[in-house]
């Protein structure tokens, strides 16, 4: 605005004008600017902050920033750009402060072909006349509006809220590296003379889990040493302090556990993929082995789904038929997967193992089977022809079903029950009821057998 | 020709009429303004507030003939156009055309609205044309040939009010108020007493010469498109058939709006007024001076309107007021 001519020297109206407009011009601009950029401007700080406390990245802070930015500018260059005065509209301003009758109006909008020269060239030294009496610093004045002080002041609050709250809320925001946290705990527990044994051990998981080059399995090994001890600690623990502290270790670790495992798991996948591994959800005759090298999680369940095969091979099973177990196509494959990684104190591991032998049997028959389950089945008894997975002379064989953890005492219950259930028969019925959801056959008083059973390959034909 | 020689000439002519006519200046300006413009005016007023002293005492400053026809109802169109009349010339009896009191500069169409239509259509059409034709004849009125009629608001008894088609046909209508008491005592001392007043002639011998360079002085006068545009909106207003016409406030009076003869007076108007202010071109302040007298009597009324004692001028107002300047 200060590069404006000197209003004292006699401007031709027309730049007079140009002038006029170019202020407004201005004005608009630092409207919007003053509208949209302290909005701006709070929200990259609040980013600020947030990049910070590693809440965001570096990328994307960067992203957003620019964001933010662009549409900033652009929404600036939306609002000013209707607002640009017309040459009318600062003519008119013009005409007004100077107390011109429309002479700058009149100036800046007529088509100089279409009117006589001498009443232009009139016109325009009455004009300059008028010209004289605009001062513009003095007649246009940039008057901040209503809407850009709220900007800013709303802005401004935000902004202090962000620069008072953040200290607080920043322990809350940061996330802390996994050791960190341990070694966080392992220090407070360092002060409690009970729990000094644990944060000794906690420290030195910390010291393990940030060196990169210490390997996975010593890690877990670690991790689940100190979960032992947490837990017997837990048990005798009287003092609540000490029991909230042990409680925390327990769910960092936990975490813990589960990272490491899930990092173990992707490396044994890579090493897969790797080695050319069959990698196809369709049951194939070699898949059982491909999988031998899973471990891990599927433990616990493998043990589950032994000691129930061994109780339906005991006759617990109402449809238990040992020779069809193994064509569920899931099975064996637990069952290997507990062969891969024997636990030693763990009983039935010699039931299992028989078990997983018939099962890899079966498992090559039913394969083939549920490759194309519409298709005479090879290598198999004639009368088998008449049944789909599932289905038996006796009934369902072969089904899937879900195995129920129960409580250790009603475990023991149920197991005592069991084994005499073949003298107690009918006394409890829950001795009766395999662990399993496997629906009865509806017993049907007099109802009619099927009396031809047809082929499995021609049912889809015939039906 | 210069814009200060036509200020100069209007302003001595607006000084000469003024040593007749107390106070009126307003009128007085636009009947002028309306004369260089080529149009005709219609003052109305009630009787004795010197309407027809006005008409004649411009015709004297100008120089210019003038008639005056007192329309009554059993006045005839030939009274007024003329007619032919069979003459003795050189032994020879020969219809000749007698000219009607028609055939002057300014002609005083004094209570138009006594005759009856038939005899005021036949000035009517004298002032649209300026030409008169009579019996297949076609005879040329002077030039410049304005009318000025005058018609009273009282006493409508026995009158013919002129059809809104006829009103048209007039460039201003101009409302001739009461003198306040000032001008009143001015006139009373003027009247009363033994002076009187010499109307000197303004314009030279040749003044048609002078007259046409004036009239074109008027239409060169400059007009900004704001403006301009600001004129074509506040017309468009008054209109109620159109669809973006005036609002629902203004639309519910009006029977008829202004026609585009209006906008014309009113630009012609505001440049005769630009050059009479010693400017070259037109403001919004021109316009906002001669919008009422060129659009009063444009804009017809409904019933609803005269019901609830709504004028023309009311309307307009309203309409000025609702349309913005950009």
Known sequence: MASFANPRERVPPESLIKQVTAVLRHHALWDSLLIIVPPVLALIYGLVFLRRTAWIGDLAFVLTVSSITGLGLLAVFLRVRPRIPSAATAARLADEKSGAKDHFLTLSTIDPVTCQQSFLERLRREAAIFSERIELKRDFPYQPKRWSYGSVVGSLIVATFIYFVAPLAEPMLRAAPVHERIREIAEKMAERPKLKGIAEALKALAAKIEDPKAPDEEKQKLVQEIEKQIAEQQKQEQDKNDRELLDQAANQLGGTEQQQSASGKDQQKDQQNGAGGIQSNLPQDNQGESKQSQGGSGESKGERTAELSQDMQQGKSTQGNPKETGQDKNQPNQSETKNSQPDPGQPGKDQNKQKADKNQGGSKDGAGRNQASEEPPQNVAPGERLYKNGEGKEGLKGARYVTVQLPEDVAAEVKGESMTGKESKGNRVGAKVPVSNVPLPAHVPNAAMEKQQLPIEYRGIIR | ?326
């Open chain 2, 1 to 326: 020709m210069e814009p200060e020689q036509f200020q100069d000439v209007f302003q001595r002519l607006e000084a000469e009429v003024q040593k007749v006519i107390v106070g009126h200046n307003d009128v007085i300006r636009k009947v002028l303004v309306a004369f260089f413009a080529g149009g005709h005016v219609l003052l109305e007023g009630v009787p004795g507030l010197g309407k027809t002293l006005l008409v004649k005492s411009l015709s004297q400053a100008l120089g210019m003939t003038f008639k005056r026809i007192q329309f009554t109802p059993d006045l005839m169109p030939s009274d007024i156009v003329g007619t032919e009349v069979l003459a003795d010339t050189n032994g020879r009896r020969e219809f000749q055309f007698k000219r009607g009191p028609i055939f002057a500069h300014v002609v005083l169409a004094d209570e138009i609205n006594r005759a009856t239509p038939k005899t005021q259509s036949a000035v009517l059409e004298a002032m649209e044309e300026k030409q008169v034709t009579v019996f297949g004849e076609s005879h040329i009125l002077e030039s410049p040939f304005m009318v000025l009629a005058t018609q009273n608001p009282i006493e409508l008894e026995g009158t013919y009010p002129l059809p809104e088609a006829q009103l048209d046909r007039f460039f201003f209508k101009l409302l001739v108020a009461p003198p306040a008491p000032p001008e009143l005592r001015e006139i009373l001392r003027r009247t009363t007493g033994t002076e009187v007043a010499d109307i000197v002639k303004v314009l030279p011998e040749d003044g048609g010469k002078l007259f046409k360079e004036m009239m074109l002085l008027v239409r060169q006068v400059m007009i900004a498109p704001p403006i301009e545009d600001y004129v074509v909106r506040l017309v468009h207003a008054t209109q109620t058939t159109s669809q973006n016409g005036g609002q629902a406030s203004v639309k519910q009076y009006i029977r008829f709006g202004s026609s585009p003869r209006g906008a014309q007076s009113v630009i012609l108007g505001a440049k005769g007024h630009a050059l009479v202010d010693g400017r070259v071109h037109v403001s919004y302040e021109d316009v906002g001076k001669v919008i009422f007298s060129a659009l009063r009597h444009r804009i017809i009324l409904n019933f609803q309107a005269e019901a609830e004692n709504v004028s023309s001028d009311q309307i307009i107002a309203e309409v000025i007021k609702q349309v913005a300047r950009d």
